[in-house]
T-cell receptor, first 115, second 111 residues
Framework: DTGVSQNPRHKITKRGQNVTFRCDPISEHNRLYWYRQTLGQGPEFLTYFQNEAQLEKSRLLSDRFSAERPKGSFSTLEIQRTEQGDSAMYLC?????????????FGQGTRLTVV | RKEVEQDPGPFNVPEGATVAFNCTYSNSASQSFFWYRQDCRKEPKLLMSVYSSGNEDGRFTAQLNRASQYISLLIRDSKLSDSATYLCVVNYSGNTGKLIFGQGTTLQVKP
């Protein structure tokens, strides 16, 4: 399977715990994005990388959220001291820089439930 | 004001109907535009890019009006399988690739 892979698919955690999600992009893609989606809403931008450089982080993202892409390949998203409001689907996408347009391919997401 | 705005619907239409969705964006410097489709509990997938001259792909037609900062998607001869949420997507930063999604418009095609 050469698509975007996310692990785990589901995560249930107690409030206050830390969680980490992993995303493996399509191998030749140099851009990687993280989004959060709640029911009835479109994906909300969190952050994105070009190779290993984190180019932008949403102002909506609190300091409890951090993302890394240490070797420009896979990425991790960590949420510290989780809150019930963090419950959502976390989507990862990747794309390649080609001309002025690039299709973003999404993984199936990690569904987080904070209890 | 949201950066990308869509009417969430739902749009309930009979099979064979023609339906149009609209989307407005706030940043006039936006470079690229797309429509994505998202099925229930699935990830978004690219439906089509939107070009300045307008473009068509089978039953689907996309239009861009830069002066009005407005994007549209027209679906002709609706099929049951077209039932999904349609997401308007704007690239705000040229080739740097930040993609901003609208809330999505839900379409339900009924027999």
């Amino acid at each position: 399977d050469t698509g975007v892979s996310q692990n785990p698919r589901h995560k249930i955690t107690k409030r206050g715990q830390n969680v980490t999600f992993r995303c493996d992009p399509i191998s030749e893609h140099n851009r990687l994005y993280w989004y959060r989606q709640t029911l009835g809403q479109g994906p909300e931008f969190l952050t994105y990388f070009q190779n290993e450089a984190q180019l932008e982080k949403s102002r909506l993202l609190s300091d409890r959220f951090s993302a890394e892409r240490p070797k420009g390949s896979f990425s991790t998203l960590e949420i510290q001291r989780t809150e019930q409001g963090d419950s959502a689907m976390y989507l990862c996408a990747s794309s390649s820089l080609t001309g002025g347009e690039s299709e973003a391919f999404f993984g199936q997401g990690t569904r987080l439930t904070v209890v | 004001r949201k950066e990308v705005e869509q009417d969430p619907g739902p749009f309930n239409v009979p099979e064979g109907a023609t339906v149009a969705f609209n989307c407005t964006y706030s940043n006039s410097a936006s470079q690229s535009f797309f429509w994505y489709r998202q099925d229930c509990r699935k990830e978004p997938k690219l439906l089509m890019s939107v070009y300045s001259s307008g473009n068509e792909d089978g039953r689907f037609t996309a239009q861009l009006n830069r002066a009005s900062q407005y994007i549209s998607l027209l679906i002709r001869d609706s099929k049951l399988s077209d039932s999904a949420t349609y997401l308007c997507v704007v690239n705000y930063s040229g080739n740097t690739g930040k993609l901003i999604f609208g809330q999505g418009t839900t379409l339900q095609v009924k027999p």
